[in-house]
């Protein structure tokens, strides 16, 4: 070989030499890359916000909480019941009564059969609504 040709193939080397350096620290960076994007978590936290919706519904939870312990406690003392929950008043008109009257049907529970004898002039219209009437009156046995 001659003098340039050994000055070729040094500089051949060197380059390669720094090519094979580069390679090296890419191959470390694409490494340390690969584990970031592996997906190792180590831990993971989360905090949960309550929504204005949720912090409404709490409220109405607590205040009927309140109220149900309310009657609990009213209850147990052996005090009526609140007026808004005392069961509505139970009439039937007096149509009605007239005419169970008339058949000799009077005031407290009412015997199906009885009533069924007493209401047979009526149309079948009629007699549902008088049962009806006499149901929610809480008349009917």
């Known amino acids: 070989m001659d003098a340039i040709g050994v000055q070729e193939s040094k500089g051949l080397v060197e380059r390669l030499e720094a090519a094979a350096t580069l390679l090296e620290r890419t191959l470390g960076w694409l490494d340390d890359r690969q584990r970031e994007l ?14 204005r919706r949720e912090e409404e519904l709490l409220a109405k939870l607590q205040e009927v909480e309140r109220e149900l312990s309310e009657l609990r406690a009213a209850a147990s003392a052996g005090n009526e019941f609140p007026k808004a929950l005392q069961p509505l008043r139970r ?25 069924d004898a007493a209401l047979t002039g009526l149309s079948l219209e009629q007699r549902i609504a008088v049962k009806s009437q006499l149901r929610r009156a809480g008349a009917m046995a």
């Open 38 to 51: 592996s997906g190792e978590v180590e831990r993971i936290s989360a905090t949960v916000e309550s929504t």
């Open 91 to 115: 009439t039937m008109p007096s149509s009605t009564a007239e005419m169970l009257a008339k058949h000799g049907i009077g005031e407290g529970a009412v015997d199906v059969r009885t009533l």
